[in-house]
């Protein structure tokens, strides 16, 4: 984070941490920065400018990247700069100040942003678009019926239809990669080749997998999308994301990486994507079979260690304050809120789900 102590505005506009941070914010990034800014005070109003901008100049459905929009930005950056430096040691009325020259830029780039946005109103992402855009010739299979149905692809992977859902998707994939178009809701079970990634399209939200199983829901007349792993791993990000294609042609799983147990949603409206841990956590470990969680005296850290492992699910906790409290319970049987309650009430200790993993707080069995 060194590097933007002597950043400008412009650069700041323009860098793509500081835009990812600004418009697809994660719990990581905004502490990240939240730090960084408490670090640089002195660098807080330029920094509140430059966001000001980013969000000014963010239309909705028009490509990030557009060299028409950035050459205009650009110039407003460079006017704003120029005046700043030519008005440093001037003394200017109440309305020339800042707050005036951001009313005055935001107004400029309200207009732009409209501009841009009936521009791009023929860009509209939905599922029909999305296909006939496709350059190959779709299948598609329509769910009229009341219950789930099964869709085999080419490449051995299923994918289970919702009642009133759809998907379009080639009779055979390209060699590169595979992608299928959704609008409803479907578990997907993919066939694992690491070298043909697997694109799901939901309107406005990607998700791309190498090999696991997952559900995603994106109905068109809802403003949310949401993507649930069962198992391995998959990653997220907005069609409207400036490292989107970056992000699709990686041999990496780039972007939000949701693990099993962990579930996306995707806000359409304000393109944010938060991260959290499914409704009813499942086990998943090999076979699917609950392991005996049966424990008798034991450190809490080796509770936390068995649990974390039967439910991929991460578990933090400050390990000097409460790893020496024993513990002695039985909790094969109970799902895995009722086995934190318990373990927790134990040592004296609370938890929440924060992104997507479980966060114990305590001042341990020896205070209690």
Known sequence: MDRYRNFSLGEFVWDKSFRNWVLNPTREDDETWQNWLAANPDKR??????RQLVLAVR???????????????????????????????????????????????????????????????????NYEQLVAAAGVEMRETVNTTSYPLMVRLEDGSRVTLDPGSKMGYPARFRETQREVFLSGKAFFEIAKDP???????????????????????????????EVAVKTGKVAVFS??????????????????????????????KSVQITKSIVAEPEVVTEGKVAPRLEFDEAPVSDVFAALQNA?????IYDKNVMDECPITATLTEMSLYEQLDLVCKAVGAGYKSIDGRIVVEGKGCKNM
């Open 45 to 50: 109003e330029i920094v509140d400018r430059a």
């Open 59 to 125: 239309p909705k459905n028009a490509a990030l990247n557009n060299p028409e929009k950035r050459k205009a930005v650009e110039r407003i950056v460079e006017r704003l700069e120029v005046r700043n430096r030519d008005h440093a040691d001037v003394l200017l009325p109440w309305y020339t100040g800042r707050v005036a020259r951001i009313a005055a830029v935001l107004v400029l780039l309200t207009g732009l942003g409209w501009l841009f946005w009936l521009r791009s109103q023929s860009k509209v992402i």
């Open 195 to 225: 070298s043909k990634p697997f694109f799901v399209y939901a309107n406005e939200l990607v998700t791309k997998v190498l090999g696991t199983s997952f559900t995603v829901r994106s109905f068109a007349g809802e403003q949310e999308v």
């Open 239 to 268: 069609r409207e994301d400036p490292d989107a294609i970056e992000k699709q042609s990686s041999r990496e799983l780039t972007g939000v990486v949701v693990e099993p147990n962990q579930q996306v949603v995707f806000v359409r």
């Open 311 to 315: 439910y991929g699910i991460e578990i």
